[in-house]
T-cell receptor, first 115, second 115 residues
Framework: AQTVTQSQPEMSVQEAETVTLSCTYDTSESDYYLFWYKQPPSRQMILVIRQEAYKQQNATENRFSVNFQKAAKSFSLKISDSQLGDAAMYFCAYISLTNAGKSTFGDGTTLTVKP | ETGVTQSPTHLIKTRGQQVTLRCSSQSGHNTVSWYQQALGQGPQFIFQYYREEENGRGNFPPRFSGLQFPNYSSELNVNALELDDSALYLC??????????????FGPGTRLTVL
């Protein structure tokens, strides 16, 4: 079974600064997707970024980028130029391509952005 | 916001009762996944439906069951409710074609309280 570990329950960052959220996972599969999702308080889960395991190039979406290290099974999220609206719970997620799309989420990191 | 909708928004039930939650998938999506999210935790995968058949299941007992309809909307049914079933239930839809394959887009959730 796959596991996803987010070792930082809480993180804080100053507005306009950069922060990195950590995620490690354990799997014996070679084909899978990794995602970061954002869940603001009492609001909908929003897709932040997606990474295919077969791609060596790290995904980027505007101020969000990942550092995907497949051999180390590490998938960190970097948020540049942090904004107040980035404050939320961030979840790292693994989706299996060989096990009927079974998904595994981490327990999340709460990000606080200080003005 | 995504095009995924869920109903009802909130629900209060008594232990032992049965409940049905509903989800309408985003246009063009043929796959629906259901999750249970306890307070302060990451979503736990319940099961996935693809083309009206259960396609994968997490570690949930058989009293959690579902349906998917020809229009790809879906229901989650929970029988013999227990206090621990109190949680936010999330539905996510996805497609299995194109660049967006298996990217899950979440609905706003149904908050279930079991008394």
């Amino acid at each position: 079974a796959q596991t996803v570990t987010q070792s930082q329950p809480e993180m804080s960052v100053q507005e306009a600064e950069t922060v990195t959220l950590s995620c490690t996972y354990d799997t014996s599969e070679s084909d899978y997707y990794l995602f970061w999702y954002k869940q603001p308080p009492s609001r909908q889960m929003i897709l932040v970024i997606r990474q295919e395991a077969y791609k060596q190039q790290n995904a980027t979406e505007n101020r969000f980028s990942v550092n995907f290290q497949k051999a180390a099974k590490s998938f960190s999220l970097k948020i540049s130029d942090s904004q107040l609206g980035d404050a939320a719970m961030y979840f790292c997620a693994y989706i299996s391509l060989t096990n009927a799309g079974k998904s595994t989420f981490g327990d999340g990191t709460t990000l606080t952005v200080k003005p | 916001e995504t095009g995924v909708t869920q109903s009802p928004t909130h629900l209060i039930k008594t232990r032992g009762q049965q409940v049905t939650l509903r989800c309408s998938s985003q246009s063009g999506h043929n796959t629906v996944s259901w999750y249970q999210q306890a307070l302060g935790q990451g979503p736990q995968f319940i099961f996935q439906y693809y083309r009206e058949e259960e396609n994968g299941r997490g570690n949930f007992p058989p009293r959690f069951s579902g349906l998917q309809f020809p229009n790809y909307s879906s229901e989650l049914n929970v029988n013999a409710l227990e206090l621990d079933d109190s949680a936010l239930y999330l539905c996510a839809s996805s497609t299995r074609a194109g660049d967006d394959t298996d990217t899950q887009y979440f609905g706003p959730g149904t908050r279930l309280t079991v008394l």
